[in-house]
Every structure is written in C-alpha cells, then in structure tokens.
C-alpha cells in the first residue's frame, strides 16, 4: 500500500487595484490526506514492520492506530521513540511519514509529530494487508487440479506473500489463484524470492508476478483501493480478474 493524496489550499486574494480577484496557485503542502479506518504500517526506518492496523482517529500531526479485524497484538514501543508510518492515499499513492510514539500498547498506539519525509526503502506500489485463502499450483498444473491451500498476507501489483505448510525453493515459478473477498478469482504466475520459516512446518514466501499487462494492474489496483475505503460496487463482482 497501495497500503493517499495529498493535501492542497486554494487561498484567494485581493489585490489594491482594480485587478479582479485572482485564485493563487495550488499549494502542496507535502502531508498526505488520511482518515479513519485507512491501513497503515509502522515500521522502523529499516523498512521492518513494526505493527499493521487501522487509523481509529487524527488530528493535525497526530493518529491512533489500532488492530485489524482479526489482528493479534502489536509489538510495543519505547514513549518519544521515532517510528515511521507507511500508507497509501485516496489515488493509490504512497506516503512516508516520520512519527513519534505518544502511547504504545498490545493494542493501539498513538503518534504525534507527524512529518512527511522521503525514504529510500519506499515501496513501488501500495501493499495491501489481507487474511485470505489462495491456493497455488505447479506450473505443470495447466488444469488447476493439485491445489496447496494457502494464506494470502499480503498483496500488491508487483507481488504477494503468503503463508503454507508446503515446502518450495527461492527461484520456484508458481501459479497462484487467490479470491479477495466477493471479487472474481484471479490467477497470477510468481516466482518465489523470499523463502522464511515462521513456525514448526510453517513458511512464509515472498512472491514477485510475472509482469501484469497495464489494464491488470488497473484492474487490481481498483480492487484494492475499495478493500481498503471498505466499498463494494455491484459491477466489481463480474470485473475480468483471471489473468
């Protein structure tokens, strides 16, 4: 994330003369628009994830953040330590801001001092934290009928990671079929770069797509923003997704 736009003035002025009122020019101010119930990620300026949650409230320079439905608790942090909070807007574009923890606990934390700031570590495309089944398949497979259940982490354009009790090599090319709620399958072909073992016969798996074709990725990114504003369309249920 996909996990923002940006906020801008319109100030008019007069001026002494007999000149009409003129609109100034737009001003950004740099500092992403964000409400409630928007997915945010904290992370420390490595990039590792410290929490994923949910805006529950905000104010200028200051949210709260609590867990996703179904989420356990969040790792806590040190009160006046520097965090860094990971989103997307309202356009799908990605913001980076730099925090300070007001409140950290199992389940929420508070951040004042917000500050938009530039990130080396910064994220191509919007990453979307997600609980959901996919199933994956030997590229063999042309007929989808060895399924290994899954669960989806996460997804983005460029990739997903998953969870499985099945054993595959970095380097492995997949096919993946995963169902995001009351949204038409998709199918993506992905190579596996990451391989982490999390738990006794448990690994989670870094996968990169195959190139998706532009109108793919517009297809995905709307399904995507409307998960995360929680909108349903009646039209998105019949939208091409295999792919």
Same mark, same amino acid.
């Given at each position: ?52 949650? %949910? ?5 200028? $320079? *200051?949210?709260?953040?609590? !867990? +996703?439905?179904?989420? /356990?608790?969040?790792? &806590? ?84 990671? %998953? ?5 595959? $090599? *970095?380097?492995?090319?997949? !096919? +993946?079929?995963?169902? /995001?709620?009351?949204? &038409? ?59």
């Amino acid at each position: 994330m996909g996990l923002f736009s940006f906020l801008s003035r319109d100030q008019e002025y007069l001026e002494l003369d007999t000149t009409p009122v003129q609109p100034a020019e737009e001003e950004d101010s740099g500092f992403p628009e964000i409400c409630n119930e928007m997915p945010v990620e904290v992370v420390e300026k490595s990039g590792r994830v410290l929490n994923t949650g %949910l805006i529950t409230s905000h104010s200028t $320079g *200051e949210l709260t953040m609590g !867990r +996703l439905p179904g989420g /356990l608790s969040f790792k &806590v942090c040190p009160p006046d330590s520097t965090v860094y909070v990971r989103g997307c807007d309202n356009k799908m574009m990605q913001f980076y801001l730099r925090a300070t923890v007001v409140e950290s606990s199992r389940t929420l934390m508070q951040l004042k001092d917000l500050e938009p700031e530039v990130h080396d570590n910064h994220r191509d495309t919007f990453r979307l934290s997600v609980n959901a089944p996919i199933s994956i398949f030997y590229m063999n497979d042309e007929r989808f009928e060895r399924p290994e259940a899954c669960t989806l982490v996460d997804i983005s354009t460029g990739g997903c990671c %998953l969870q499985s009790e099945y054993l595959h $090599g *970095e380097g492995e090319v997949l !096919r +993946l079929k995963v169902k /995001l709620e009351d949204y &038409v399958a998709m199918d993506f072909v992905g190579e596996v770069i990451r391989v982490i073992e999390c738990g006794p016969k448990e690994f989670r798996y870094g996968i990169l797509f195959a190139q998706l074709k532009k109108e793919e990725i517009n297809a995905l990114t709307k399904i995507l923003f409307n998960m995360q504003l929680g909108n349903r369309r009646e039209h998105s249920r019949s939208e091409e997704g295999h792919w």
